[in-house]
């Protein structure tokens, strides 16, 4: 081998060497196994589809969440139900999906609670900010009775619902600056969920918050027309507001589920059998993609101070701050949300 070709050889296994490298800091973290399915196949008649919508990209931890489901559903009915999936708000955002269940032209989507306020207004205990101060007081009551009661109300006006999943913690995330304290927000434009508490938590905090559904976000950001958002972290690294995005706050201060909800049209062409298994199938969905997303953060986090943004945690006396700022909200909601669920939740965090 002459020495040129030598050097083309060693600079060519660099360039391979250096794409790796580039690669590897693009990838996404690494997830926890998809498990193994547990049960026997279920017996029942007839053959079914399901359209399963989420407003989440495929690289999130909720699309993970739907491939397990996926593989319960398909391997239990010895795939005389077959699930499709459909990430990144393909077939509409949490609201549209929720109004083609309704209509009977999806199947199944799993929105965040808080756009869903103002038909089913119990859910707005998910939107007050800190009230649920760790993930396992979350678990408590997601899995608990009152978790049970919202399912039951949610399954009424064409929708049946059969489990929890989760979003997570919401983090603030902007573009002019960092934020450590409440008069940081002063005038900042932020976008938030179509809820109406979460515009009060905002306004109250000093911000000038903005509505918009979350399938229009990215470009908002992109243009300008809102500085920032908030998101739980998986949330805001799988749809790569980092791009957009320079500062970050760890400020925890929303938590929100996802509720895994199925069309009342098509729930009612189900035999029982296969109703009883997709109940399943979201319980354990949601029991792991829980999992995914919690497990993950710290990663995340690195991976986002790593691609360049400033990532900014809190200390307990500046996350007081926030909250002081922010408790005006449940003299004006408590009310309506009903004060005993409200302590019902505080009763489970002693
Ligand atoms: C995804 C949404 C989203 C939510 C939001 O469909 O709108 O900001 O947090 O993740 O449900």
Known sequence: MTTTTMTRVTSMIGAALLGLTALQANAAPEMPPIPDVQGDVVQADGDFKIKFS??????????????????????????????????????????????????????????????LVSMFPKFALFDLPFLFPTPDVADQVLDGDIGQQMLDEASTNGLVAIGWAENGYRQLTNSRQEVTAPEDLEGLKVRTMQNPIHLDIWRTLGANPTPMSFAELFTALEQGVVDGQENPWITIQSSRFNEVQDYATETNHVYTPFITLVSERFWSRLPAEYQQLLRDAAQQMGEYERHVGRSMNDQIKQDLADSGMQITELTPEQVKAFQDKVAPVYDNWRDQIGGELIDQVRAASQ
């Open 54 to 115: 989420i407003g989440t990209t495929q690289s999130g931890a909720q699309y993970r969440g739907l491939e397990y489901f996926e593989k319960i559903v398909e391997q239990r009915s010895d795939g005389h139900i077959q699930v499709e999936l459909f990430p990144g708000a393909q077939l509409g955002d949490d609201l549209q999906a929720v109004s083609a269940l309704q209509s009977g032209t999806l199947e199944m989507t799993a929105p965040s609670t808080s756009p």
